[in-house]
């Protein structure tokens, strides 16, 4: 046991950082016997030291002097989320030598490697495990336990609000705008949805996956990203009539020209383990080549259980830095190009709106014949006359068999040319 | 990048052995990327050199001769299995300094004390993930993602074997007999299945977890152990009844007193998660305080999939041994007890045969109130006279609330002694 103390700032007392602030500061005695020696915390950057906070620390530990702690600390917890101040003060700890632990995906997804690349110049660590899926410890199994192994291709149920929203609707047959309502009124969606709903958050967490998983630096625009704002009531309908449901997939996948990382809905059949991971809770599943399909389930967000992945890189990293060992670098050694959505290949589900026609199936299915994107089910159904007037009009729901992005694209674009064609109201990948 | 390669020592060479010859050799180039320096394969030691096996390597690295390959490497992967030589091998490695990884439950559930303690005095690595729950990276995520919370229950399904055949009990509605037949003629019971069905393999991996989730020693003599050999179609059909499915799952929990560990046939309702945990795949369930409910999913067992968990350890270690960082000691700090079955509190289902008669079931439900088991449930079932002779029976299942195993225990004994009570036919932990 070493009775030097190390130093720790922490950055942000939000809902993550008052938990932070709270373990740390009641299971002193518990953490300096995992540690070794003692975890001690000397201030808490705020911007306002009498704001109402989740957990009240002792009022001398708050400051509105980040660089003054940042200086005095051997450890900086970033717990403030946004790009700046955050990447400055990062940086500014990083460049002294003192070890950083951040939760910021959206920083890490953007900068990551430039931080890393101070972090090693200084010989300081950087550990973020909390940024992806809250408390579930996903990215020490695919940097560690998985580092003897090849990755082939992670799916992942990474953001909690659309997972909630997506969940009743499938629950209660609701559209997407009533069920974001609900969403925002049981505090599961923020008043701008904005970046849940449209795959943002997903996909910066996606970029940072891919980069440990894959070894290789990759960007939030790196990433392909549709979110759920087009899904409607009759596109659930429609998944549960083909034994599926439809989640925010965030999918990073290594292809034979590069690794192809993106965010969108998916049609899950019922039977796979991740459809039937609820409300808002995460899940990540990766299929790697020798161990096989493996599945990560948890809270994907919230103070606890983010402070809890918070903690794990905190005592590990004072662990090693007690026992005098170096940081441990990510080792981001592949070139690896990202590759654009449209090499891809993916089964598809589309619903067609067609005038009840002779010959309209037909002159359908030699469009798709001609882009080579070949038709596994094709379902219609005929309505009366559209509200007592013109013609009468036929829903067709179509899956495909696999074909790339770039065909069924064209594909598109050919049927909407279609006289017969009035609309073409979803396109969504299926999950096979 | 260092040019200085590590020597590998390999010894043994099943199923799990070739697995990893077959990566160390294949990816060898891919490994120096990742390490940072070359992994050099100098030997791999077995019984008999002509053996045929999964994964030939070259007829060279073949010796018989274990000390020497142990004396001449820098890390020795040991996957023979069993208590001696292993051991001994290990043993002689570690006083040497030289790193260890293992996949060997059942001398780490007896011995890794001991062997910890070898290592931490010769500053050598000991590394073992691969030990439990083949590759779902389990150990890790307690030992460091978990390190600043507070676990307070594992339960898991850590044998394959065990969870294949009552699969297959509920699925086909099979006797244990028969499921264990189709099991064996699959490949997935052993000719003698005794460890994995009297629960003593899931045991040695339960108390490896209880050690690494609660920082204290534990060994294979602390874990309370029935296995499934009990277990009734009629059982199962009752379960199903229930709602529910019956699962041998290894309970590790924090209690007041202390630390139970055990290994137990468990109702589990269908909406847990474990529940639908299918044919031979291993699920751990973590309940912690801050990060509250996490689950790990995966193949429990083979080849391929353990040798990645092997080859995790590996890289890791390595990674660190070139970066010149000291070896990382498990941190077993704490001083707790195990505490015996009967402190543990469970609800319980139980099925009886009582003689048709006037006043069986106040006399049933007198005895429970006396040892103050409170009873949640309770359903009788009239037969005919059994086998055309004698009197009418009844059969009875009782689900209890929580109650002191001791308490279920006594009732038990009292029930036995009832004139009226032919038989207990089973007796059934419930999780709720």
Redesign the interface.
């Known amino acids: 046991m070493n009775d030097t103390p190390l130093s720790v700032a922490l950055l942000g007392s939000g809902t993550v950082g008052s938990?932070v602030a709270r373990?740390l500061l009641e299971?002193a005695e518990?953490?300096t016997?995992?540690v070794?020696a003692p975890l001690r915390l000397i201030g808490i950057a705020v911007r306002d030291p009498q704001a109402p906070r989740d957990y009240a620390a002792p009022a001398g530990l708050y400051t509105t002097d980040a660089d003054a702690l940042i200086d005095a600390a051997d450890v900086v917890v970033e717990l403030t989320g946004g790009i700046e101040p955050a990447r400055t003060r990062i940086l500014r700890a990083l460049r002294a030598g003192k070890h950083v632990v951040s939760g910021n995906k959206a920083l890490l997804a953007r900068e990551g490697a430039a931080l890393q690349r101070a972090a090693d110049a200084s010989g300081a660590q950087l550990s973020y495990?909390a940024a992806v899926a809250g408390?579930?410890?996903i990215l020490?199994?695919l940097r560690?336990?998985?580092?003897?192994?090849?990755v082939e291709r992670v799916l992942g149920i990474m953001n909690g609000t659309t997972n909630f929203i997506l969940d009743a609707m499938h629950t209660t047959g609701a559209d997407f705008d009533d069920a974001l309502a609900e969403a925002q009124r049981l505090g599961y969606a923020e008043a701008d949805p904005t970046a849940d709903v449209e795959g943002h958050d997903a996909a910066a967490k996606a970029a940072i996956v891919a980069s440990l998983a894959f070894?290789a630096e990759f960007t939030l625009e790196d990433v392909h990203c549709e979110g759920i704002t087009g899904i409607t009531a009759a596109d659930v309908a429609a998944a549960q009539a083909e034994g599926c449901v439809i989640k925010l997939l965030a999918v990073c996948e290594r292809l034979e020209e590069g690794v192809s990382i993106r965010v969108h809905p998916t049609l899950v059949p019922n039977e796979h383990?991740l459809a039937?991971v609820r409300g808002a809770f995460n899940a990540v599943f990766v299929h790697?080549?020798?161990?096989?399909?493996?599945?990560?389930?948890?809270?994907g967000a919230?103070g606890?259980?983010t402070?809890?992945?918070?903690?794990?890189d905190?005592?590990?990293l004072a662990?090693?830095v007690v026992?005098?060992?170096?940081a441990?670098p990510d080792?981001s050694?592949?070139q690896l190009p990202a590759v654009g959505p449209e090499d891809v290949v993916s089964s598809y589900t589309m619903g067609l709106q067609v005038k009840d026609r002779l010959g309209v199936l037909a002159g359908m299915a030699q469009v798709f014949a001609e882009e080579g994107v070949s038709i596994r089910t094709m379902h219609q159904t005929k309505h009366g006359p559209h509200r007592g007037a013109g013609q009468p009009e036929t829903t067709i729901r179509v899956v495909t068999h696999r074909a790339a992005d770039r065909r069924v694209r064209a594909t598109i674009e050919k049927l909407r040319g279609l006289d017969a064609v009035d609309a073409i109201t979803s396109v969504i990948r299926v999950e096979d």
């Open positions: 938990q373990i299971d518990e953490l016997q995992r070794g495990d408390a579930i410890p020490r199994p560690d336990s998985l580092a003897g192994d090849q070894h383990p039937s790697s080549r020798d161990a096989g399909q493996l599945m990560f389930y948890g809270p919230g606890a259980p402070a809890s992945a918070v903690m794990g905190l005592v590990s662990r090693r026992l005098g060992g170096p441990v080792f050694y592949a």
